[in-house]
C-alpha cells in the first residue's frame, strides 16, 4: 500500500492532514463518550499517521517540518478531550 501511494504521487502532507482531521473526530467522540468508536478512531488515525511518514520517505519527500510540529499536534484533540 506504501508503495502504491508513493509511486502513485500521493503528497504525504495530505496523508498528515487527514490523520489530523481523524484524529480532531476521534477528540469530539471521546469527549462525547463514545469511547468503544472513538477507540476504532483513534487506531484508524494512527494507521494514517504511520502511512505519512513511509511515503515521505519512500517517495524523497520528507520534510522537517512534518516530523517536528505536526506530529506533536496530531495527538493535542484526542489528549485535550480525554483530560475533561
Known amino acids: 500500500m506504501v508503495r502504491w ?7 504525504p502532507n495530505y496523508l498528515t492532514l487527514i490523520g489530523v482531521s481523524i484524529n480532531v ?14 477507540g476504532i478512531i ?6 494514517f499517521d504511520m502511512l505519512d511518514g513511509q511515503v515521505a520517505r519512500l517517495s524523497g519527500r ?15 484533540p484526542t489528549w485535550s478531550f480525554l483530560s475533561d
Do not use: Q
Open 62 to 76: 520528507v520534510t522537517r517540518s512534518e516530523d517536528s510540529w505536526i506530529r506533536r499536534w496530531i495527538a493535542c
Open 42 to 47: 483513534l487506531i484508524i488515525a494512527n494507521l
Open 5 to 11: 501511494l508513493a509511486y502513485g504521487r500521493i503528497n
Open 25 to 38: 473526530a476521534c477528540g469530539l467522540l471521546f469527549g462525547l463518550g463514545f469511547f468503544f468508536w472513538a
